[in-house]
C-alpha cells in the first residue's frame, strides 16, 4: 500500500495564473475525492469521483476550479486565474466503494500559496 | 459554516493528564468519524462510530457517539507527549459517499 500520492507538495503562484495539482490514490480504490482546508480550519469538500465519474460538486467549486479524473485512475485539479483567497491546503482522498463507511484515505496534500 | 463545532480548539496538557474533546452539531449524521492530522500532512482516521450510544476504545483513547447520533466526544487517559496533534471530527449525511462535514479542530499539544 503505497498511499494517496499528491504532486507538487508546496505550490507559490501570483495572483491570475494558473495552477494544476496532480492526485494518484490508492490504486484499487475506485472513489476520489477533493477537499480544501485553510488555516486553522477541518477540510471542506470540493469534489467526489466514483471512477471517472464527477458524481458531486460543492458550490465551493467556482467556475475557475475544474477537475478531471481521465482512466478512473489519477485525478487533476486546475484553479484558473487565482486569487489569494484560493490560498489553501488541498487535500485528496479515495476509498473503495465497499459501502458507505468505507474510510478514506488522505494524501499529504499539497500547499497553495497566492501571492 | 462549519455545521460541527469543537472544544476546547486548543489544548495543552502534561504528559499523564487526562482530557476529553467535544463534537457538537445540531445536526444527525449517519456516522461520525474522529481523524488525527499531523502538521504539513493530511488527517489519518481513528475511529468511525455508527450507532447512537456507541463507545469504541483505541488503546487510550475512548469515542462515543451521542444517543441522538448528533454529537461525540472523544476522551484520552494519561496522555503522552506522542498524542499531540489535530484531532478532527467528521460526519457523514448519509450521502451514500464520503461528503463529510468535518468539525472546526481541536489542536492538542501534551508536553513531557
Known amino acids: 500500500d503505497t498511499g494517496v500520492s499528491q504532486d507538487p507538495r508546496h505550490k507559490i503562484t501570483k495572483r491570475g495564473q494558473n495552477v494544476t495539482f496532480r492526485c494518484d490514490p490508492i490504486s484499487e480504490h475506485n472513489r476520489l475525492y477533493w477537499y480544501r482546508q485553510t488555516l486553522g480550519q477541518g477540510p471542506e469538500f470540493l469534489t467526489y469521483f466514483q471512477n471517472e465519474a464527477q458524481l458531486e460538486k460543492s458550490r465551493l467549486l467556482s467556475d475557475r476550479f475544474s477537475a478531471e479524473r481521465p482512466k478512473g485512475s489519477f485525478s487533476t485539479l486546475e484553479i484558473q486565474r487565482t486569487e489569494q483567497g484560493d490560498s489553501a491546503m488541498y487535500l485528496c482522498a479515495s476509498s473503495l466503494r465497499t459501502g458507505t463507511n468505507s474510510p478514506l484515505h488522505f494524501g499529504n496534500g499539497t500547499r497553495l500559496t497566492v501571492t | 459554516t462549519q455545521l460541527l463545532e469543537q472544544s476546547p480548539q486548543f489544548l495543552s496538557i502534561q504528559e499523564g493528564e487526562n482530557l476529553t474533546v467535544y463534537c457538537n452539531s445540531s445536526?444527525?449524521?449517519?456516522?461520525l468519524q474522529w481523524y488525527r492530522q499531523e502538521p504539513g500532512e493530511g488527517p489519518v482516521l481513528l475511529v468511525t462510530v455508527v450507532t447512537g450510544g456507541e463507545v469504541k476504545k483505541l488503546k487510550r483513547l475512548t469515542f462515543q457517539f451521542g444517543d441522538a447520533r448528533k454529537d461525540s466526544s472523544l476522551h484520552i487517559t494519561a496522555a503522552q507527549p506522542g498524542d499531540t496533534g489535530l484531532y478532527l471530527c467528521a460526519g457523514d449525511r448519509n450521502t451514500g459517499f464520503q461528503k463529510l462535514v468535518f468539525g472546526t479542530g481541536t489542536r492538542l499539544l501534551v508536553s513531557p
Open positions: 445536526s444527525v449524521f449517519s456516522s
